[in-house]
């Protein structure tokens, strides 16, 4: 009698915490505001890279020698760009493959500046620096302003004491002139500011995860290769599986003749 056997099925962790209470202490949303915070500098980088390189090309294209400028400039950008892709798989989690390689048609300096200037994925590159400069300071910003003015309120009951002890008012100062102040200094003020700072705590990983989607779109869109080149890898592959099936089809009706119809009339 057979007998037959399931499968053992490892269940997913189950959590006491919902997702929102979870989520700001989650390793995830850690990753996430770190690749926020390093993005800025990474952009600024690319984008004076991008800017300095393209306008003395640009301008010395009366010459030849703006033709290698423009190419070197697009080679940088293409080092920046499998620096971006690294830095989104290690903290996103977002794997994009390496675009297609330069193929310069002969040896020599000028097949390839040829190579450089005609690929598409290099002009990719250089539009990615252009467009994700604005928006990685938006997302540093506003990244940086949620999470810590989230985490400074929610922990306002425990160092609102600095305020009297050294700075000489009870409180942080909502308002104040020259006849009117109003200081967070009561029990219930504390409180409220505790509970609006939970919110912007709780509020924080759902913004930061929405930042970082818009960033992976552009890291597959603009650094990866492209949609044409990844059709005609696949139809390559398709074909080379179609080609090595009919090398063994052939193979096999060889032998077949062989060991039986020859055998036979033999």
């Keep these: 009698m057979a007998t037959h056997y399931t499968p053992y099925r490892e269940e997913p962790a189950r959590h006491r915490l919902p997702a929102a209470l979870r989520a700001p202490l989650e390793a995830r949303t850690w990753r996430e505001l770190g690749y926020a915070l390093t ?32 190419a070197l400039a697009l080679v940088g950008c293409r080092g920046f760009g499998a620096l971006e892709r690294a830095r989104a798989g290690a903290l996103l989690k977002v794997r994009v493959a390496a675009p297609e390689p330069l193929r310069p048609s002969g040896p020599g300096l000028l097949p390839w500046l040829g190579a450089v200037l005609k690929s598409g994925s290099s002009w990719r590159h250089l539009v990615y620096a252009l467009v994700h400069f604005p928006w990685a300071v938006f997302s540093f910003s506003v990244a940086i302003s949620f999470w810590t003015y989230g985490w400074a309120l929610l922990t306002y009951p425990l160092w609102f004491w600095v305020f009297p002890m050294w700075a000489g008012q009870g409180g942080i100062q909502l308002y104040g002139d020259d006849h009117h102040s109003v200081y967070l200094d009561n029990p219930f003020e504390i409180t409220a500011t505790a509970l609006i700072g939970l919110a912007f705590t709780l509020l924080t990983p759902w913004l930061l995860r929405g930042l970082t989607t818009v960033d992976g779109l552009l890291v597959r869109g603009l650094l990866g290769p492209s949609r044409l080149t990844a059709r005609v890898e696949e139809l390559e592959s398709d074909r080379g599986v179609v080609v090595d099936t009919a090398a063994a089809d052939l193979r096999r009706i060889e032998r077949d003749l062989h060991d039986g119809a020859q055998a036979r009339l033999v």
């Design 39 to 70: 993005g800025l500098p990474v952009a600024v980088a690319l984008f004076v890279w991008a800017v300095t390189m393209i306008s003395l090309g640009a301008g010395l294209l009366v010459t030849f020698v703006g033709v290698p400028v423009l």
